[in-house]
């Protein structure tokens, strides 16, 4: 589909000054617009980004506020979750993890086995979602157990070395362990983990929020 570009000078005044003309959403101002943005219930804004482009890219990071796994099956959004929220875009400043503020993780039901890959993913999104300020997670000691025999001599204290779900799944391990990544969760004013036992202890004793 090509656009027009043969408009005549009168033709773009009646287009512009028109009174009757249909107002569409993006002609609003792009602050306004990401005003407006902060009144949309993340469900809503998720709808929202699906119309175009523009509002895509204002409405996803408000879409990815409140994040809330279904338990019927965990791992598989969790792959679904983690790769949207690493993806990068030139329409924004930050990978989408960034914008998340509340995520909870509630255990499989009726019951479901924790995998390495699993626990890999959710240490990669939590090591992005820097403002992230209420967490969630059933079942923390079936992710942390993960964690056991991790080489502790390869982890990096850079953000910059941090390699997105996609690069790590072709390397032997994954970047930081489930437990580095809650350490450097440092904006939480909410943290609940379920059938917690000594190895939730000793991440919590290493936290610094």
Known sequence: MRLRTDYTQQ????LRFNPWRMLRL???NYDFLCYLMAFLAPPDAH???KTCRILHALAAPRAVFSITLNPIDVASQLD???THLLADSHLRPYRLANYVRTLNVPKASPCGYVTAESAAQLAAVLRSADRLDSFSLAKVEAYLVHDDG???SSRSSSRSSFRSVSTAQESPGPSYSLTD???SLTNLTSLTLSYAG?????ALSHMRT
């Open 47 to 49: 709808e929202l980004s």
């Open 181 to 183: 990544a809650l350490t």
């Open 11 to 14: 033709q773009v005044d009646l």
């Open 80 to 82: 679904k979750c983690s």
């Open 26 to 28: 993006t002609d609003l």
């Open 198 to 202: 000594h190895r939730a202890l000793s």
């Open 150 to 152: 991790f080489d502790t």
